[in-house]
């Protein structure tokens, strides 16, 4: 049976306060947790799902400002929701 890949990045509504989020997946290909491509920017760790997460963050946002959400997590990918705060 062939494995199937969801590839999501998406900018959601902004919420009151004028928050943005995006969600974006890290998956994981033999250890190496790599990142959908996001307004032309990706990371990949060795370490975890969370620090290739946190690193794309910083790229995108690199003051920092931001905080992220685990929002779903199946085998061999999560779902994260990245919000820049104002």
Known sequence: ??????????????????????MFTVRDRNGAYTTTTVHGQRASSTCSYLSAASALAAKLHPRGGWKLLLVASEQGQQVFELELLQ
Not at 1 to 22: N, Y
Request: proline share 14%; no cysteine; glycine share 10%.
């Open 1 to 22: 049976m062939a494995a199937h890949t969801v590839h999501l990045h998406r900018e959601l509504p902004k919420p009151p306060g004028g928050a943005t989020k995006t």
